[in-house]
Structure formats: C-alpha cells, structure tokens
T-cell receptor, first 112, second 113 residues
Framework: GESVGLHLPTLSVQEGDNSIINCAYS??????FIWYKQESGKGPQFIID?????DKRQGQRVTVLLNKTVKHLSLQIAATQPGDSAVYFC???????????FGKGTMLLVSP | DADVTQTPRNRITKTGKRIMLECSQT?????MYWYRQDPGLGLQLIYY???????NKGEISDGYSVSRQAQAKFSLSLESAIPNQTALYFC????????????FGEGSRLTVL
C-alpha cells in the first residue's frame, strides 16, 4: 500500500516569483487560522493569522486569503527570496482554543 | 539567549532506555506544549500544560509522560524508548490561544536504535 506522509508537498519557484501555498480545512465552524514558517534546523515561527470575519489579510510581503465557501486558505509570498525557503504550515486552534492543530506542511524551495 | 531552550539538542539511545527531554522558557508564559515532528507528518501534540498543576494529554501521549516542575520548565520523558519514537521533538509556549502564536524551541532530535 501507499506510504502515507513520507513525501512533503513541494513548491519550487525562482527568486523574484510570487509563491502561493494552499491549505484546506474541513470544519466549516473553524474561525481562526494561522500560518507558520519552519526553516531547516529550527522550530516553527508564526508568520500571519486571519479570522473568519476577514477574507484577506496582508503582512510584509505576505498575504493570506480565506475562502470560507470552499474551506480553503492560501499564503501568498510576493517577490520570493532564497530566505523564504522553508516548510510552511497552516494551523488552527482546537475546540475551546486550548491547543493548535497543524497541517502537514508544504516545502517551498526558492532557487536563485 | 533563546526564549525557549531545549536540552539535549541531539540524543541517540537504545531500545528500552529511559530518556528525558527538558524545556525551559524565559517568556513568562503559563502555557507549555510538547510536539513531535516526523517527516511529512507535520506536528503532533503529545502533552500540554496550562500551569504547574495542570497536565493534559494530546493526540499521541501513549509511551510518553511529562512533568511541569515550575512555570518555566516542562520536561518530556520516554519511560522505555522504542525505535518508532525516533523523531524531532519541539517544546513550545504561549500566552494564550487568542493570538495563535506559539513560541518554539529549536528542537531535540531523538534516535532510538
């Protein structure tokens, strides 16, 4: 049978391109989402968050879009740089907001 | 100095040995977490604690135990390590979940032979 979880989805882009990393969620009642970046050899680091009363939120070179109709969010990175190479996770709080549940992650590779 | 410090950073041990991973934080946060990371599987929650007298199981607590010795210290123990516990372990802290921001340590890589 298929080995589940051994291969991380990977997005390869050229420096200067815009990158889009996607995340789907299943619970229509989910109301808060967070993106994390994990560089090689380091712990994950908070990038940006969005609440369900918003469709879009912008940070420095990053934008998160939320489509509640299809239960999908995306992280857009403008003018991608080699330093953006990392694994990106979407996350959401558990019921009761006691913990965070993370998605499986997407690896972004930026070539010069 | 790092806000969240994990020791050891790397450890190789044998099946059946008892292992303790330690975490200390200078953030002053009440909430502390232990996550496990396996390649391609994201981060899975092992245990979490909201204060010194509070311990809660996460989604994969079997085979693990924790101790919250003080607000700043949260240790993870493997009483009898087995090879499928080979993984990267992360400690994290948070002030609360209203901002969704966890502060992670640099990780402890454990190999069980």
């Amino acid at each position: 049978g298929e080995s589940v979880g051994l291969h991380l989805p990977t997005l390869s882009v050229q420096e200067g391109d815009n990158s889009i990393i996607n995340c789907a969620y299943s619970n229509s009642a989910s109301d808060y989402f967070i993106w994390y970046k994990q560089e090689s050899g380091k712990g994950p680091q908070f990038i940006i968050d969005i609440r369900s009363n918003m469709d879009k939120r912008q940070g420095q070179r990053v934008t998160v879009l939320l489509n509640k109709t299809v239960k999908h969010l995306s992280l857009q990175i403008a003018a991608t740089q080699p330093g953006d190479s990392a694994v990106y996770f979407c996350a959401e709080p558990s019921a009761g907001y006691s913990t965070l549940t993370f998605g499986k992650g997407t690896m972004l590779l930026v070539s010069p | 100095d790092a806000d969240v410090t994990q020791t050891p950073r790397n450890r190789i041990t044998k099946t059946g040995k008892r292992i303790m991973l330690e975490c200390s934080q200078t953030k002053g946060h009440d909430r502390m977490y232990w996550y496990r990371q396996d390649p391609g599987l994201g981060l899975q929650l092992i245990y979490y604690s909201f204060d010194v007298k509070d311990i809660n199981k996460g989604e994969i607590s079997d085979g693990y135990s924790v101790s919250r010795q003080a607000q700043a210290k949260f240790s993870l123990s493997l009483e009898s390590a087995i090879p499928n516990q080979t993984a990267l372990y992360f400690c994290a802290t948070s002030e609360n979940m209203n901002t969704g921001e966890l502060f992670f340590g640099e990780g402890s890589r454990l190999t069980v032979l």
